[in-house]
């Protein structure tokens, strides 16, 4: 069955520091998501891709946040600098249909921060 | 502001015991998925429901989708240790394939 996967599944930085989380979706899947949670809360959007295209980051924190999905398969999001609060689960998901359609998201393992 | 309210925020009850959970919202979606989640890792899919009034078993679980496709529920028959979980309701909008997550619902099953 195929799979979101995501690396590393455990990250801790320093404050400051830069890190970088990689996706990559189901094969064939147009949408790809990446969400920040914090422990027992659902997840908050960040950032949503449609193909290379980004569709949604209106929650992203530009100042330190970014995104990329350059072929429109996976994708690397990348925080200068860290910050304690950053601390959280970074979860990757993707979906079959192109925007405009209803579909399902299918979700990687997460990646835990943790930022000292 | 969520726009998908869950309740109840955690549950703990007994091996044996039946237990709802809802998920409500004021917005219409176009479809709505149920996931479980572990500590420490991502969400699973449970089901997606995207007829207004649908009703879908699986095994011991029971999802239904509200007639005006605004509101869900997950019924779990007999619960068991390997039921505890964060369960996460998700509802999709029109635009764009956007997904407005509830806060989830915290279950604890003891044996």
């Known amino acids: 069955e195929a799979e979101v996967a995501q690396s590393p599944r455990y990250k801790i930085t320093e404050k400051s520091q830069a890190v970088a989380f990689w996706c990559d979706p189901i094969?064939?899947?147009?949408?790809l998501y990446w969400y920040r949670q914090i422990l027992g809360q659902g997840p908050e959007l960040l950032v949503q891709?449609?193909?290379?295209?980004?569709?949604?980051d209106s929650q992203l924190p530009k100042d330190r946040f970014s995104a990329e999905r350059l072929k429109g398969v996976d994708s690397t999001l990348k925080i200068q600098p860290a910050e304690l609060g950053d601390s959280a689960m970074y979860l990757c998901?993707?979906?079959?249909?192109?925007?405009?359609?209803?579909?399902?998201?299918?979700f990687g393992p997460g990646t835990r921060l943790t930022v000292l | 502001t969520q726009l998908l309210e869950q309740s109840p925020q955690f549950l703990s009850i007994q091996e044996g015991e039946n237990l709802t959970v809802y998920c409500n919202s004021s917005s219409v979606f176009s479809s709505l998925q149920w996931y479980r989640q572990e500590p420490g890792e991502g969400p699973v899919l449970l089901v997606t429901v995207v007829t207004g009034g649908e009703v879908k078993k699986l095994k011991r679980l029971t999802f239904q989708f509200g007639d005006a496709r605004k509101d869900s529920s997950l019924h779990i028959t007999a619960a068991q240790p390997g039921d505890t979980g964060l369960y996460l309701c998700a509802g999709a909008g029109d635009n764009f394939n956007k997904f407005y997550f509830g806060s989830g619902t915290k279950l604890n099953v003891k044996p």
């Open positions: 094969s064939g899947h147009a949408t």
């Open positions: 891709f449609q193909d290379e295209s980004v569709v949604d």
């Open positions: 998901a993707s979906s079959l249909l192109a925007s405009g359609r209803a579909d399902t998201q299918y």
